[in-house]
């Protein structure tokens, strides 16, 4: 059975389950899992676990992530992003002064702060997702979560003009940026919230995922590219990372002896080392992942356990 870790670039269009599914029939097995949802609208980074790396998923579903996108100042939608319809068009009127407030605005949404998840985000309400009340007509708010953009970068402002519900045209403007955020942050928010702090609204139009941890686009392949390798080799054509090269892109790495492989192996415990980390990848002398270890305690705890094949 295949295993190990798959970066696939999700095109526009498709939800992260699509790839998923995809994956499924090329590999030919129902093991596959992703290590965090993309919108269909949005592009980029898609880290799938197949196999026994569907265990490594947990461990990155935490991580930091990278997006590249655009938000369109001067007008909101329903679902804080370009699916969802108008709800208010105030425009731009004067593009020179919205720039000069957009570094200050910027900067007020930078580092650790409170977010308010978009209404049509994946987030639990009592066992129902907050889209699928959103969707049967409830009007919905959440709870605000605290979150860290680590970095937001206005690259360029572009004048445009956009389209009302009411079929008349405003004047907006549109923003690129780049942003690092932590597990849970939402983009649309950031957009949405950066249009209400200029007082002109905004909302997200255009986003691209470029990295998930230590993953990135260097390392992702189009699921056009996957089809097509697919076709060529078979399942050997398909480009699996294994789960030792995967733990130790992410995680830090304990080398064991064999025999401290085989007493993990067996659900024994092992000493521990001063590097004291709660996800710790423990690879063998001939390079296997074994085990993804708890070094917080004087006795090694053993989180997941890989068995030698």
Known sequence: MPEGLLVVDKPTGWTSHDV???????????????AGTLDPMATGVLVLGVGRATRLLTFLVGCDKAYTATVRLGQTTVTDDAEGE???????????????????????????????????????IDGVRSYARVRSGEDVELAARTVRVSRFDVLRTTPERATTGAGQTIPVVDV???????????????????????????????????????????SATSLDALVERSERAGVSGI?????????????????????????????????????????????DPIGRLVAILDETRPTVRSRVVFPVT
Do not use: C, N
């Open 20 to 34: 998923v599914a995809r994956t499924r029939r090329l590999l030919g097995t129902r093991r596959v899992g992703h």
């Open 86 to 124: 108008s709800v208010e068009a105030l425009g731009v009127s004067d593009p020179a002064t919205l720039e000069a407030a957009l570094p200050p605005a910027v900067s007020g949404l930078t580092g650790t702060i409170e977010q308010v998840p978009s209404a049509v985000s994946a987030v639990k």
């Open 176 to 218: 690129d940026i780049e942003v690092e955020v932590s597990s849970g942050t939402y983009v649309r928010a950031l957009a949405r919230d950066l249009g209400r702090d200029l007082g002109v609204g905004g909302h997200l139009t255009a986003l691209r995922r470029t990295r998930v941890g230590a993953f990135t686009l260097a």
């Open 239 to 283: 480009p699996l990372l294994s789960m030792a090269e995967a733990a130790r892109a992410q995680l830090p790495v304990r080398e064991v002896t064999a025999q401290e492989a085989d007493r993990l192996s067996h659900g024994r415990p092992i000493a521990a080392t001063p590097s004291g980390g709660d996800a710790v990848a423990a690879i």
